[in-house]
């Protein structure tokens, strides 16, 4: 057995780094090899650029499509063209983002068959086991395309009755009257009250005293209701005087509707209950109130005097 000397060693590495550096020059100056960097990073580059000019003119067509729908003579909802014209952009863009990257790989001669195979045993496996996920998902498409409700809708989902602030695929945030917001995954959304797709109804109710002549209360509450549409826009037709509603053990109740435009019916009930006791105090007409009353027997009854109240 022979046994090398440091000479001898030293000698051999500078040898091996000498063929190394040989190598590495070779490669480095290998023109075939560079053409072939430069002609798979032109294509990929080529592939970003055309992905990215396809999604930003997909976009604006989308655009464009949905602001003619909505300015239209068919008058279709605006707050549901918005979100569909926003699932469609996303959509778009994730497609053709999806489409580059595969498109990157082959360029840089990946096999992408065993890897679209893999993604497709492992999307299969997620749906599965995340079938909560898929149900949200695939509910959420058909609250937008069914238009069951849009964003700013005024709904009642369950328990919970507000404003819809957001639709996502997944979940759906309600925001309530005093502040909270509710937020529903959108497989669990089933029983839907949407307020803001029909007009409202105003309804008022004006309490009259016993002592009142009706007939003439009738003619004055007509007589205010001919000018009122002309002081609220959200009124769409004229309001009516349906006539006495309820008969109290104090008073007289006499009922008034209004149509209004969606969700509007709270702001116009609470202006026409103002104006109209305003215009009936003018008028001289009693708006019933509790009161004492004191009934003082005979002398010959023998009963102590009776107080009633009503």
Not at 137 to 149: K, P, S
């Amino acid at each position: 057995m022979s046994v090398k000397t440091g000479a001898e060693t030293a000698a051999e590495t500078a040898k091996n780094v000498e063929k190394a550096a040989l190598e590495w020059k070779n490669v480095l100056l290998d023109e075939g090899m560079w053409l072939s960097i430069g002609f798979v990073l032109i294509k990929v580059l080529m592939i970003v650029i055309v992905a990215a000019i396809v999604v930003k003119v997909a976009k604006a067509l989308i655009r464009k499509t949905f602001s003619v729908r909505i300015k239209g003579p068919l008058k279709y909802n605006e707050r549901r063209q918005q979100t569909m014209s926003k699932l469609l952009e996303n959509v778009v863009a994730y497609v053709v983002y999806f489409v580059a990257i595969i498109a990157v790989l082959s360029a840089f001669t990946i096999d992408i068959t065993g890897l679209i195979a893999g993604a497709g045993v492992l999307g299969l496996a997620i749906g599965f086991g995340a079938q909560n996920l898929v149900r949200d998902v695939i509910t959420g498409f058909f609250i937008i395309f069914e238009d069951q409700f849009s964003v700013g809708d005024y709904v009642r989902i369950g328990q919970a009755e507000g404003t819809v602030e957001e639709i996502g695929l997944r979940t759906t945030k309600v925001k309530g009257f005093t502040g909270e917001l509710f937020i529903f995954p959108n497989g669990n959304v089933t029983d839907v009250v949407n307020f803001s797709i029909h007009n409202s109804i105003a309804v008022v109710d004006v309490n009259i005293s016993y002592e009142s002549d009706m007939a003439r209360v009738e003619k004055l509450i007509q007589e205010f209701l001919v000018d009122i549409q002309d002081k609220y826009e959200q009124i769409i037709k004229p309001p009516e005087l349906l006539g006495v509603q309820n008969l109290t053990t104090t008073e007289v109740v006499m009922r008034v509707i209004a149509e209004t435009l969606p969700m509007q019916h709270f702001a116009v009930s609470r202006g026409i209950r103002r104006d109209l006791k305003e215009y009936l105090d003018k008028q001289g007409v009693e708006i019933p109130y509790p009161r004492m009353v004191m009934v003082q027997r005979s002398p010959e009854d023998t009963n102590p005097s009776v107080i009633a109240k009503k």
